[in-house]
T-cell receptor
Framework: NAGVTQTPKFQVLKTGQSMTLQCAQD?????MYWYRQDPGMGLRLIYY???????DKGEVPNGYNVSRLNKREFSLRLESAAPSQTSVYFC????????????FGSGTRLTVV | KQEVTQIPAALSVPEGENLVLNCSFT??????LQWFRQDPGKGLTSLLL?????REQTSGRLNASLDKSSGRSTLYIAASQPGDSATYLC???????????FGKGTRLSVIA
């Protein structure tokens, strides 16, 4: 029962470097999400994909891009990393939208120096 | 815009005590409310999902209630155990069938 798999689990980047966070789910869910979690700020939505072929901005999209590669995979790209993007990133999926239960991945802890 | 508040931010109780965690939301036109648990350094695990038509939902020692009209939910944990120590988060859709908006959580410590 893999559920939602995120890679990598840890990453250290230098300011200005780029990277892609990978997320894959094996539950045939339609909707996928990227959140970031910061101390004192809680979980904030970066981007989401309500269904394959669609993506929408969340609360804090600046500095990020996403790709819904297929129904299973939803990647998050940092084109030019900044120290403000140091955070824990969580991917989640649901059958369809916020009216259904979410399944979360275990997170990627990213440090930008 | 939906806003979710959880009180208290942290709570410490002795083992065996019953406790209540609180969650409030500003827009009462919600379809459901979800409670999650997060262990340190881990992802979120879904505990309970209450549909808007329900008043409460139970799973083992956990009972969640929902009062849409007042914009409140409570998570009741009976006979707390050290293994219940974690952060508990509630979340509701921003509007309609849109992504969840999370509260900042209540960090619970159960002391043996």
């Amino acid at each position: 029962n893999a559920g939602v798999t995120q890679t990598p689990k840890f990453q250290v980047l230098k300011t200005g470097q780029s990277m892609t966070l990978q997320c894959a789910q094996d539950m045939n869910h339609n909707s996928m999400y990227w959140y970031r979690q910061d101390p004192g700020m809680g979980l904030r939505l970066i981007y989401y994909s309500a269904s394959e072929g669609t993506t929408d901005k969340g609360e804090v999209p600046n500095g990020y891009n996403v790709s819904r590669l297929n129904k299973r995979e939803f990647s998050l790209r940092l084109e030019s990393a900044a120290p403000s993007q140091t955070s824990v990133y969580f991917c989640a999926s649901s059958v369809r939208g916020g009216n259904y239960g979410y399944t979360f991945g275990s997170g990627t802890r990213l440090t930008v120096v | 815009k939906q806003e979710v508040t959880q009180i208290p931010a942290a709570l410490s109780v002795p083992e065996g005590e019953n406790l209540v965690l609180n969650c409030s939301f500003t827009d009462s036109a919600i379809y459901n409310l979800q409670w999650f648990r997060q262990d340190p350094g881990k992802g979120l695990t879904s505990l309970l999902l209450i549909q808007s038509s329900q008043r409460e939902q139970t799973s083992g020692r956990l009972n969640a209630s929902l009062d849409k009209s007042s914009g409140r939910s409570t998570l009741y944990i009976a006979a707390s155990q050290p293994g219940d120590s974690a952060t508990y988060l509630c979340a509701v859709p921003n509007s309609g069938n849109t992504p969840l908006v999370f509260g900042k959580g209540t960090r619970l410590s159960v002391i043996a």
